[in-house]
């Protein structure tokens, strides 16, 4: 079975200061990573994935993310927050092969302060 | 690239009645489209899986009676909330495969009244 964890259920930062929304996850081969973001009353933006090759993703919006293999973990990251990054993160994983359902984290608010 | 559609946006109806949501890839063919709930302040809950051409698979728990799910073509995906109460009042997200990767609706939003 696979899973994902979002330790934090919200996440303060001051506008300017970097920050990081933190995803661990479980499967059993190789994973698939992504990360979504979500506006009040929207769907879910495709941000960034992980797929194989560089362990550093750079995504939209200056987003990127780091898959740590041995930490089992896939923190998403931004040296330099915007008041407009406040919104919902989802994290999500799937395994190597063949046609799985993605599984999605709870999802951590953002919230970044003038 | 990648644009997924969602109709309508909003929509407000009676109990008893039936509404139909339409998923819509815009500019890629999806084998395999997705449904999902949202609660307030929640995750998102799989619904069921569509893929074109065959039935869909529903997850544990989702009535098939009552959310009916068409996938008709490799663009169009639609589900049909049938005899709606005011406990289906949610946020209703589609997403469709391509390339490895879940493009995401902008949502619909039932109110049942």
């Known amino acids: 079975a696979q899973s994902v964890a979002q330790p934090e259920d919200q996440v303060n930062v001051a506008e300017g200061n970097p920050l990081t929304v933190k995803c661990t996850y479980s499967?059993?081969?190789?994973?698939?990573l992504f990360w979504y973001v979500q506006y009040p009353n929207r769907g879910l933006q495709f941000l960034l994935k992980?797929?194989?090759?560089?362990?550093l993703v750079k995504g939209s919006y200056g987003f990127e993310a780091e898959f740590n293999k041995s930490q089992t973990s896939f923190h998403l990251k931004k040296p330099s927050a915007l008041v407009s990054d406040s919104a919902l993160y989802f994290c999500?994983?799937?395994?190597?092969?063949?046609?799985?359902?993605?599984?999605f984290g709870t999802g951590t608010k953002l919230q970044v302060i003038p | 690239g990648a644009v997924v559609s969602q109709h309508p946006s909003r929509v407000i109806c009676k109990s008893g009645t039936s509404v139909k949501i339409e998923c819509r890839s815009l500019?890629?063919?999806?084998?395999?489209m997705f449904w999902y709930r949202q609660f307030p302040k929640k995750s998102l809950m799989l619904m069921a899986t569509?893929?074109?051409?065959?039935?869909?698979?529903?997850e544990q728990g989702v009535e098939k009676d009552k959310f009916l799910i068409n996938h008709a073509s490799l663009t169009l995906s639609t589900l049909t909330v049938t005899s709606a109460h005011p406990e289906d009042s949610s946020f209703y997200i589609c997403?469709?495969?391509?390339?490895?990767?879940?493009?995401f609706g902008p949502g619909t939003r039932l109110t049942v009244l």
């Open positions: 997403s469709a495969m391509g390339s490895d990767t879940q493009y």
């Open positions: 499967v059993s081969g190789n994973p698939y």
């Open positions: 992980y797929i194989t090759g560089d362990n």
């Open positions: 999500a994983v799937r395994e190597e092969g063949g046609y799985q359902k993605v599984t």
């Open positions: 500019d890629f063919q999806a084998t395999t």
């Open positions: 569509s893929n074109e051409g065959s039935k869909a698979t529903y």
